[in-house]
Nanobody, 115 residues
């Protein structure tokens, strides 16, 4: 069973930075892509950023230029560097591993940004 464990969430003020990390129990190259999703209260879950095996990255428009997704194959981790945080970034952030047969989700980590 694949396990994904997120860390690094917490409280921040607008304009500050946080770094989320996701540790996978299996090689991240086992999956087609790794991604970060988020869900804010009363809103639909949305894809924030993804990185595929080829290293191609994708970001939702609202975080483009502020967030950076990266990976470390030796450590089997995928990080999300979040700069210039905005109140609207407040949400639970989930690490997701996409494979051809299934998707695997972490338990989520709360990010709260205050003004």
């Amino acid at each position: 069973q694949v396990q994904l464990v997120e860390s690094g969430g917490g409280l921040a003020q607008a304009g500050e930075s946080l770094r989320l990390s996701c540790a996978s129990s299996e090689s991240i190259f086992t999956f087609n892509a790794m991604a970060w999703y988020r869900q804010a209260p009363g809103r639909q879950r949305e894809l924030v950023a993804s990185i595929n095996n080829g290293g191609y990255t994708h970001y939702v428009d609202s975080v483009e230029g502020r967030f950076t997704i990266s990976r470390d194959g030796a450590k089997n981790t995928v990080d999300l560097q979040m700069n210039s945080l905005e109140v609207e970034d407040t949400a639970i952030y989930y690490c997701v591993a996409h494979s051809r047969m299934s998707d695997y989700w972490g338990q989520g980590t709360q990010v709260t940004v205050s003004s």
